[in-house]
């Protein structure tokens, strides 16, 4: 019997814009600080707001929300934190929802699917300091977040 189960989930990719130009200036230590200041802040705002950390690569973050709307507000809060610690570098953000399967890996959890691989090409498409979202995302999170 599988465990493994099939979800509807919003699917959030961040990454540091240039960090690794960043860390052939300044150098690796303190880079390494202030990725992990950046680190502290996702983990932070990805509780506040009911998200999963799911995994981390380097400087970026695979995370999963519940709504649209959370992760919604979860990006821009990140943003906004990057936007006003001047020392943090500019944050890149995609948001995607989509039905997924989720499987039990090393006491943790996979996330596997179409729409992730579609969540984290809509994150390297944004600008440093984007927040770029699907068209789902758009339609689902509008109401929530009084869009237009």
């Not at 699917?11 to 130009?21: C, H, I, W």
């Not at 506040?48 to 959370?70: H, K, P």
């Not at 944050?91 to 997924?100: F, K, L, P, S």
Request: a negative charge.
């Amino acid at each position: 019997m599988s465990n493994e189960r099939s979800r509807v989930l919003t699917l959030v990719f961040t990454d540091l814009a240039d960090s690794t130009a960043l860390k052939s200036e300044r150098g690796d230590v303190a880079v390494g600080e202030l990725i992990s200041q950046h680190r502290d802040h996702v983990q932070q705002l990805a509780e506040q707001n009911n998200g999963r950390i799911i995994d981390w690569a380097g400087d970026g973050c695979f995370l999963t929300f519940e709504t649209s709307s959370a992760a919604v507000v979860f990006a821009l809060r990140l943003q906004q934190v990057h936007h006003y610690e001047t020392e943090l570098p500019p944050v890149r953000i995609g948001i995607h929802v989509g039905e997924v399967t989720e499987k039990p890996f090393d006491g943790t959890v996979r996330i596997e699917g179409l729409a992730v691989d579609i969540s984290a090409r809509i994150g390297s498409l944004a600008q440093p300091g984007q927040v770029l979202v699907s068209s789902a995302i758009h339609q689902s999170a509008k109401q929530r977040l009084g869009i237009h």
